[in-house]
């Protein structure tokens, strides 16, 4: 069994940033993807942005240009860098990674972290 912790959200103005990690305290092995989803109250969870294995990115259309997904080579940390941050962006935020055991690929979430955008 593993953990994801993610931290870094608050209370930020309209076009400022903030910086968010995720930071596994399991032990996890062969991770396929690992990705931010973000839920507001009464909406669906979605999906913000995601790095697979191969290092390959994908950006929903609201954040393009304004949210940076990266992990850490060395140590399963992720992180989501938001700039020009907008009222709509307010949400909490979820650590997903997807990983390998044996044969049966496996979901695990964090506790989230709120993050609010508002004048």
């Known amino acids: 069994q593993v953990q994801l912790v993610e931290s870094g959200g608050g209370l930020v103005q309209p076009g400022g940033s903030l910086n968010l990690s995720c930071v596994a305290s399991?032990?996890?092995?062969?991770?396929?993807?690992m990705a931010w989803y973000r839920q507001a109250p009464g909406k669906q969870r979605e999906l913000v942005a995601q790095?697979?294995?191969?290092?390959?990115?994908s950006y929903s259309d609201p954040v393009k240009g304004r949210f940076t997904i990266s992990r850490e080579s060395t140590k399963n940390t992720l992180y989501l860098q938001m700039n020009s941050l907008k009222p709509g962006d307010t949400a909490v935020y979820y650590c997903?990674?997807?990983?390998?055991?044996?044969?049966?690929?496996?979901?695990?979430w964090g506790q989230g972290t709120q993050v609010t955008v508002s004048s």
């Open positions: 790095i697979s294995n191969d290092g390959s990115i």
């Open positions: 399991g032990s996890i092995s062969r991770i396929y993807n």
């Open positions: 997903n990674v997807q990983s390998w055991r044996g044969i049966i690929l496996r979901d695990y």
